[in-house]
């Protein structure tokens, strides 16, 4: 007997394809396991072909299932774009836009920022995840994405979101204690707080070999919202993001007229899912905010 095709089985080829095994499949889909693997051996008998091989560390597309993953993914998009033209038709904006950015960014500029644009679209949902890594745009983790390296293949539409300036800062009570810093050669004494270097989610975070020679390391930490709290409590020196730094008074620049180095963020989304107006509406108003809050990156002043 002939199986047919139900198109519906193409969402969870698709999530099972992008994250390589059924639990978490299941739990992007909101269902059971058993049902995953259901739909996904329906859509094989319907297709006459194996789409995965069976792994102990997880399923690995086919041949056949690399042929279906980007019509699939044409499926998935053509559906959303109709869908939100139909349920949108007559009344606001509405459902979920996934934003991934690194963790402080997240936290620290974006949380305290994004409430206009709620309260303009009242049926929108931001959901933002804060990430101690890079949002991964390829298994659709997310909708849109501030990284700090644009992705170099692939169906993306990238632009420069915001360059923005490094500093060093230091808490006002660890500086009250210790002899002024007017200089770089002064930083030699000073311990100082920054990433561990086997996380680094980039070449050009390992800034601190441009302060100091042989920097006296103290405190190391995944997340610079951790390097804002060390310095906080007179740990030592630390560098920071503007957006960081600035955000609390009880942190001062240190030498404020050198900055570390500059870098930039990129905003970043899958082609297809730029065509949806929500995620089109959340992409402009993150232009908008990076313009507007420009001296913040880039001199850690409003």
Not at 122 to 141: D, G, I, K, Q
């Amino acid at each position: 007997m002939k199986h047919e095709m139900d198109w519906n089985d193409l969402r969870y080829f698709l999530a099972v394809a992008r994250l390589g095994r059924l639990s978490p499949a299941a739990r992007r889909l909101q269902v059971e396991h058993s049902t995953v693997s259901r739909r996904i051996e329906g859509l094989e008998r319907a297709m006459g072909t194996r789409l995965f091989d069976r792994h102990r560390d997880g399923l690995v597309l086919t041949e056949a299932g690399h042929a279906l993953l980007p019509m699939a993914e044409k499926v998935e998009a053509t559906v959303a774009v109709v869908s939100e033209e139909l349920s949108d038709r007559d009344i606001s904006i509405s459902g979920e836009v996934r934003l991934g950015t690194p963790e402080g960014l997240a936290v620290c500029f974006l949380a305290p920022r994004v409430k206009p644009l709620l309260d303009g679209y009242p049926r929108l949902t931001v959901e933002l995840l804060a990430l101690p890594r890079l949002a991964n745009l390829a298994s659709r983790e997310a909708d849109l994405a501030i990284t700090l390296e644009p992705p170099r293949r692939g169906p993306y539409v990238v632009c420069r979101w915001s360059d923005y300036t490094y500093f060093l800062y230091g808490s006002r009570d660890y500086l009250d204690a210790h002899e002024p810093i007017e200089t770089r050669a002064d930083l030699a004494g000073h311990p100082f707080i920054a990433y561990i270097d086997d996380y680094l989610l980039s070449e050009e975070l390992r800034f601190l070999e441009k302060l100091c020679e042989r920097p006296n390391l103290r405190f190391c930490s995944t997340s610079m919202l951790a390097h804002r709290e060390a310095a906080l409590a007179g740990i030592g020196l630390a560098v920071l993001a503007p957006y960081i730094g600035a955000s609390d008074p009880r942190l001062v620049k240190v030498l404020p007229g050198e900055a570390c180095f500059q870098h930039t963020f990129w905003l970043a989304a899958h082609a297809d899912r730029l065509r949806l107006k929500r995620v089109r509406l959340v992409w402009d108003y993150l232009l908008s905010l990076a313009a507007t809050h420009r001296r913040l990156f880039l001199f850690g002043e409003e």
